[in-house]
């Protein structure tokens, strides 16, 4: 199964994807840059701010739409 991770916010929220993204390595999923190639899309957000909420909905928007 492919995976791609979106990471959206801070840079904490950078450090986790990068922690998810080496437990979902190690666990066998292969990892894509393309949320159009893979199988499964984790995004993951901020909402401590309105304009991060704002960009979060966004996001999601675009990929449920693709």
Do not use: W
């Not at 929220?13 to 840059?33: M, R």
């Not at 499964?40 to 966004?58: G, H, L, M, P, W």
Request: negative net charge; aromatic residues 4%; charged residues 25%.
């Amino acid at each position: 199964m492919k995976v791609n991770l979106i990471s959206l916010g801070c840079p904490k929220n950078l450090v986790d994807s990068e922690v998810i993204l080496g437990k979902l390595g190690e666990v066998g999923y292969a990892l894509t840059p393309s949320a159009e190639d893979a199988d499964i899309v984790i995004i993951n957000t901020c909402s401590f701010i309105d304009k991060a909420i704002r960009e979060s909905y966004q996001v999601i928007s675009r990929i449920i739409s693709e």
